[in-house]
């Protein structure tokens, strides 16, 4: 009984909240950045939820995740440039790459520790950036140019930001959603038990090596997802701009702040510090000058020293204490 | 039940700090005044933002002068006060910062059209950023001109709102190999190799990319081809690849550090092929500042050629002007920054509204003659692609510390020194 | 193949690889002793570059004079980082430790960045200039003294190391921290002197580089993936595997660079960089 009210009272508070951002666009219709802001904190969170998957739950810190994101760009645009294919289709096409390259990867990497498994992953992505920029294939240092379709649905194209606002925020929700699922199926307490301790896992019979794999592939899938639609969104993609190291970095800032191995973490940091970044560079000096990245830098140190385990940790204490303070 | 209170009121307070957050990001509407917001986009902070803060300068200037009375000065718009067309309307420049990055060029595009509600932009010397900046006015229907990036492809996409007045890099690369053609014939020169060296954006591949087609166009043959980042903090591979091909000549399409570790470099390995060239960006003060006396000999492409356009009393002038309010004078992205301000306010003066239709309209009929503008051009007009139609680049040589015009040779003014001295002969 | 460019492509190799092996050899110490990551790393060595830059501009002292016054200054800012910041973090999980020098290097680097802005800044007319010419071969006086540089202080560097009291009980440390504590070792203390080393190496390497390189707050981003490579080569923990990867890590950059594209040059790097993770990810000297 007791669970089920539970959920009761906390599905109708997501409820409330969903039909808040659906409705949301509608007094945003004269803002666009405002509602430019909104996409990013969608497509972040859904990265950052990525991230949390193999970060937060299995524990393996990737700096990889802006590297598949770009291959999904990359693979969805090359098919719509050179073969006028709808980024609907596209966009398993970058997926099943994303996934395949995970695959490769992952079976090559999962095995290293800690650390060394994070360097390897940049030294991954570097190496990645910099074929691109030397491939003429795939546009070299010219970077690909999305044909211009608007406003058409079979290529995924508009010109009103709108349309991309519920696709962005279709697929926050499916990530948030799949974590969700995780995070309460069986795969998610190996993912966690390996993240605590591995060899005592590999003891217990879990099979580490399939569920690293496992959680790699899927958080490559979600990241090339959110590639594809950006690409569409940006409608210009170069090695530089689409492989940028900063990107992954925002993403584990993002749970880290919010809260690792958590549901609402990513969505909690997302929600705050990508607005705090764009407000931040908007209003100080002439374009930021960097002080969005100082913030972002003491935000962390601040939250690693005093709360390790986030905001939504700071959160539920918060209403443990409140609840105490009510029962004595 | 007292649960659900507190939970109430801990998810009020979540939701009211995003939108908070959120709303911050919508900047408060200001009332309608007199002014003509144009929204100007460059590398203010990044590792080329001293091309943006010497285009700050100059445009300020340019504002400056079209705002207020200034008789004396042969510029559009320069004797009445704000644009007459309009009642007398004022410019007011808004700043975009691009970070040096297209994606940010774009959001500062977007943020500028939305929010700002600018009716022109202006933008943003990097030709990676230019094009995605102006994507955004493409689709919101404001004209972008854009006076300072040179990759063909941006007047080649047949946008409807983009307008350039500067020439394209098939120009200045043609310019180039018609210069080695002619030094053929004048010294019996027998050039034929030719190495490249580009940085690695859209502006740099480009570059490379139409030098090798006017070389071949011309008769000289490319052995070697060198794509760098402009971030790398170690030329030697690169200079040592070069040094060891050996061309006749090498030309460096690329930004001002990576131009000056180059000489640094090849002068490390004592290697100079017998001409060096490069681009205007080799005319910033940092070149000579750092280099000294081993920045001679070098050749520069450029448009806005010091000693030339000294001739002109108008550059003059205004030179004078910008030294006495800035300290420092016109270089050649921050001369074409300011051409393309009176560019736009001419267009927008003669469509005599802000509707972006009729500004639009006005550019097809811009037609700025020579004697009105700083740069020594024959005049500003657009073809059919929007692209400029005249407009061509000399090539300047560094004598003494000094940037001395030696091509076209009608418009020397002093001779070239050919061969460039080796090191050991400095 | 020619035998003259072969060559001049080695020395090139070694010449910048003795920087790599620099700042190589703070970041493996730091790794090995404490197992942490620092990713500020390239952020101090921009740091150490401006320091070396600011007193050359306001008080002309050239960098080979206000060396020792870098490594001092910055003896004291490792001391200061492992204080204020890692003291707390010495038993979490690598994640924070990674998230946190990373947000020291995004503080840092951001810092100078405001402050100076991102021009590009060079030291004119320092004490080393010019090059020496053995036939054709050529050799930047700048680069080969900083290569003597770091010679100097890797060898002082290991023989604290290998010889006095305090480098052996960082030694110990580094092998088993729970048996150097019951042994007497403070810990502490330790880790103190270890940051304070590490960021002293990067401020020697920082105040070199200044003598032959740029200066600019970005400067950092590009040093410290190579250091990483170098280091994961090396074997963490290691002062000679730190050098031998710098090493090596210079010449298959230069190398790869010569001889096949000089655009490709750090591709190399990182698949070398990723083999050996793959297949000696101890690196060729690593202990533990």
Redesign the interface.
Same mark, same amino acid.
């Given at each position: 009984m007791k669970n089920r009210m539970d959920f009761f009272k906390k599905g109708k508070w997501l409820f409330l909240i969903l039909i808040a951002l659906l409705l949301l666009p509608n007094f945003l219709k004269d803002e666009p950045y405002v509602l430019h802001v909104c996409i990013m904190v969608f497509v972040y969170l859904s990265l950052a939820q990525a991230w949390n998957l193999i970060?937060g739950y299995a524990?393996q810190?990737s700096f990889a995740n802006h590297a598949f994101f770009a291959i999904g760009a990359y693979t969805s645009t090359m098919l719509l440039i050179y073969l006028n294919l709808t980024p609907w289709i596209g966009l398993f096409a970058g997926i099943a790459i994303a996934m395949c390259i995970a695959y490769l990867l992952g079976s090559? %990497?999962l095995h290293?520790k800690?650390?060394?498994f994070?360097?390897?992953t940049?030294?991954?992505a570097?190496?990645l950036k910099?074929?691109f %920029?030397?491939w003429r294939g795939v546009g070299a240092a010219y970077g690909l140019s999305l044909p211009l379709k608007m406003p058409s649905f079979y290529y995924l194209m508009w010109s009103s930001k709108l349309p991309y606002y519920y696709i962005f925020l279709l697929v926050a929700i499916i990530s948030t959603i799949l974590i969700y699922t995780i995070d309460r199926s069986k795969v998610g307490m190996y993912f966690m038990s390996i993240k605590q301790d591995e060899d005592g896992a590999e003891h217990k019979g879990i099979d580490t090596s399939y569920y690293k794999l496992l959680a790699f592939m899927i958080s490559a899938g979600i990241c090339a997802l959110v590639g594809t639609l950006y690409a569409q969104y940006i409608l210009y993609i170069c090695p530089r701009s689409c492989i940028d190291i900063m990107m992954s970095?925002k993403c584990?800032?993002i749970v880290?702040f919010g809260g %690792?191995g958590t549901v609402a973490g990513p969505v909690l940091g997302a929600c705050i510090l990508i607005p705090l970044g764009e407000y931040t560079r908007i209003k100080l000096g002439g374009g930021g000058?960097?002080?969005d990245?100082?913030i972002?830098? %003491?935000l962390?140190?601040v939250i690693?020293?005093y709360q390790?385990k986030g905001v939504y940790n700071i959160l539920r204490r918060y209403k443990k204490n409140v609840q105490k303070m009510f029962r004595s | 039940m007292k649960n659900l209170k507190k939970e109430i009121g801990v998810s009020i307070v979540l939701i009211l700090l995003s939108s908070v957050l959120l709303a911050g990001c919508i900047s408060e509407k200001e009332e309608e005044v007199k002014e003509i917001k144009i929204g100007c986009i460059w590398p203010l902070? &990044?590792?080329?933002?001293?091309y943006g803060a010497a285009n700050k300068r100059a445009l300020e200037l340019a504002t400056d002068i079209i705002n207020n009375k200034y008789p004396d000065l042969n510029l559009p718009l320069a004797a009445s006060e704000g644009l007459p067309n309009l009642g007398g309307a004022k410019i007011k420049l808004v700043w975009g910062d691009s970070r040096g990055t297209p994606e940010e060029g774009r959001s500062a595009a977007e943020y500028l059209i939305t929010n700002e509600e600018v009716i022109a932009l202006l933008g943003c010397y990097q030709s990676a950023v230019t094009e995605t900046a102006s994507l955004p006015a493409e689709t919101y229907g404001i004209p972008f001109l854009n006076p300072d990036s040179s990759s063909p492809t941006l007047t080649e996409r047949g946008y409807k709102w983009f307008w350039r007045c500067t020439p394209k890099a098939i120009d200045w690369t043609r310019n180039a190999l018609e210069f080695y053609t002619d030094i053929n014939e004048k010294f019996d020169a027998n050039l034929h190799t030719y190495g490249i060296f580009n940085e690695?954006t859209l502006w740099g591949v480009e570059s490379g990319d139409w030098l090798e087609y006017w070389a071949d166009e011309f008769g000289f043959e490319v052995i070697e081809r060198?794509?760098?980042?402009h971030?790398?903090?170690?030329l030697?591979?690169?200079v040592?690849?070069m040094k060891?091909a050996n061309p006749d000549l090498v030309h460096i399409a690329g930004y001002?550090?990576d131009s000056?570790?180059y000489v *640094?470099t090849m *002068?490390?390995?004592?290697w100079l092929p017998k001409m060096v060239m490069s681009g205007e960006m080799i005319q910033m003060s940092?070149f000579l500042?750092?280099l &000294?006396a081993d920045g001679n000999y070098f050749c520069l492409t450029i448009l806005f050629p010091q000693d030339l356009v000294t001739t002109k009393a108008l550059t003059v002038k205004l030179n004078e002007m910008m030294d006495e309010r800035y300290g420092k004078t016109f270089d050649d992205p921050s001369a074409r920054a300011f051409t393309g301000l009176f560019v736009l306010a001419d267009a927008i003066n003669r469509a005599g509204s802000t509707d972006p239709e009729k500004i639009n309209a006005a550019f097809a009929e811009t037609n700025i003659p020579g004697e009105k503008m700083i740069l020594p051009w024959t005049a500003i007009q657009f073809d059919e692609k929007h692209q400029l139609k005249a407009g061509g680049y000399v090539i300047q040589q560094i004598q003494n510390g000094e940037y001395y015009t030696v091509w076209p040779w009608e418009l020397a003014t002093r001779d070239i020194i050919w061969p460039m001295p080796s090191w050991d002969e400095r | 193949m @020619?035998l003259v460019?072969l060559i001049?492509?080695i020395i090139?190799g070694i010449?910048?690889g003795g920087v790599y092996a620099l700042i190589a050899v703070g970041l493996s110490l730091i790794?090995g002793v404490m197992?942490i990551?620092n990713f500020a790393h390239g952020d101090y060595l921009m740091a150490a570059a401006f320091f070396s830059y600011i007193f050359w501009l306001y008080m002309g002292l050239d960098p080979l004079i206000s060396l020792p016054l870098v490594a001092i200054i910055f003896l004291f800012i490792g001391f200061g980082t492992q204080k204020f910041?890692m003291k707390?973090?010495m038993d979490?999980p690598?994640?924070?430790t990674?998230?946190?020098t990373?947000?020291?290097?995004?503080?840092i680097?951001?810092?100078f960045?405001?402050v100076f802005?991102? @021009?590009?800044k060079?030291i004119? @007319?320092p004490l080393l200039q010019g090059?020496l010419?053995i036939s054709?071969i050529?050799i930047?006086i700048a680069k080969m003294v900083t290569l003597l540089v770091v010679l100097v202080t890797v060898i002082l560097l290991f023989s604290f190391l290998k010889y006095t009291k305090k480098g052996k009980a960082i030694r110990a440390t580094a092998q088993d921290r729970e048996v150097a504590k019951s042994l007497g070792v403070n810990v502490e203390q330790i880790f103190l002197i270890t940051w304070g080393l590490g960021i002293a190496c990067v401020g020697i390497a920082g105040t070199m580089l200044s003598t032959?390189?740029?200066v600019?707050p970005?400067?950092g981003?590009?040093?410290v993936?190579i250091a990483?490579?170098s280091v994961?080569l090396g074997g963490f923990g290691s002062v000679h595997g730190a050098v031998f990867g710098g090493l090596v890590i210079g010449l298959i950059?230069?190398l790869?660079?010569?001889f096949v594209?000089?655009?490709?040059? @750090?591709?190399f790097v990182?698949?070398v960089?990723?083999l050996v993770?793959?297949f000696k990810?101890m690196g060729f000297f690593g202990k533990y």
């Open positions: 970060g524990g810190i090559q %990497l290293l800690g650390h060394y994070a360097v390897a940049i030294a991954f570097e190496i910099l074929i %920029l030397n970095t584990i800032l880290l %690792l000058q960097g002080w990245y100082i972002y830098g %003491l962390i140190l690693i020293l390790p | 902070t &990044g590792d080329l933002a001293a690695d060198v794509q760098y980042s971030e790398t903090p170690d030697s591979a690169e040592l690849r060891q001002i550090s000056i570790l *640094k *002068k490390e390995n004592n940092d500042d750092t &000294g | @020619d460019y001049q492509a090139n010449l910048i790794w197992e990551v910041v707390r973090l979490s690598t994640l924070i990674i998230a946190a990373f947000a020291l290097s995004l503080l680097r951001y810092s960045f405001v802005k991102p @021009d590009y060079a004119r @007319d090059s010419h054709s050529s930047p032959f390189y740029y600019f970005l400067m981003i590009t040093f993936l990483f490579a994961t950059q230069q790869g660079g010569a594209s000089p655009a490709l040059k @750090d591709v990182f698949i960089f990723i993770l793959m990810p």
